[in-house]
């Protein structure tokens, strides 16, 4: 059982790096943007709900979001463990993860903090917006998901770092470099990779 979590400023590669680990670790990832974007594409009550909030770079309300969380940690692929990227995004998620994994008996086992200067986060979404066509990675909306990240994801990694869960990663380097330096954090947790 490996459980998780993957932290970070929106652009900074942690879709990237959590398909990678998914494969490495041989656990599912539990995207929460991505579950709102398949909605919106199969046109969904919860789809139309999210892009109001997702079109302006804001929060969907917890009310919506944990629920949606809960119900994927009980579905039997997570049972050998799962990588959360994008959730939780303020404490009151880490809360509400807590609760919910004591429930079900799972220990956290670490948060992965990729990190970045903001100039540099700034360059790769403009990259990521033409080659993606994003709607909320408009320069306007891009500041205001990295303003809401400061105000209300940052804070959870100091929640993290005092139950000593936290690594941070610069994510600065190629790609292949940043996941080299996962794995030694890994090895370093004594978290093996599939198949070892
Ligand atoms: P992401 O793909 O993780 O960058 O998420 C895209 C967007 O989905 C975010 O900017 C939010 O609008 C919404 N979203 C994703 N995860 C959460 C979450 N844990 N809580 C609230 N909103 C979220």
Same mark, same amino acid.
């Given at each position: 059982m490996t459980a998780l979590i993957l932290l970070g /400023?929106?652009?900074?590669?942690k879709g990237t790096q959590a398909a990678w680990l998914s494969k490495y670790l041989g656990v599912p990832t539990i995207s929460t943007g991505e579950i709102f974007r398949a909605n919106i594409a199969e046109q969904t009550e919860l789809g139309a709900l999210a892009q109001r909030y997702m079109d302006k770079g804001e929060f969907v309300p917890d009310s919506v979001t944990t629920p949606m969380v809960a119900t994927r940690l009980a579905t039997p692929d997570v049972d050998h463990g799962f990588i959360l990227d994008g959730? /939780?995004?303020k404490i009151e998620q880490a809360h509400a993860l807590r609760d919910m994994l004591v429930a079900r008996g799972v220990p956290l086992d670490l948060v992965l903090e990729l990190s970045a200067p903001e100039d540099e986060l700034i360059r790769r979404l403009e990259g990521r917006a033409t080659q993606e066509?994003?709607?909320?990675?408009s320069a306007e909306v891009y500041r205001r998901r990295l303003e809401i990240y400061r105000q209300q994801t940052e804070p959870i990694a100091t929640y993290y770092a005092d139950q000593d869960l936290l690594e941070v990663v610069d994510?600065?380097?190629?790609i292949p470099q940043v996941q080299e330096a996962i794995a030694k954090v890994l090895k370093e947790r004594s978290l093996e990779a599939a198949g070892e």
């Open positions: /400023p929106p652009g900074v590669g959730y /939780p995004r066509g994003r709607a909320d990675d994510a600065q380097p190629a």
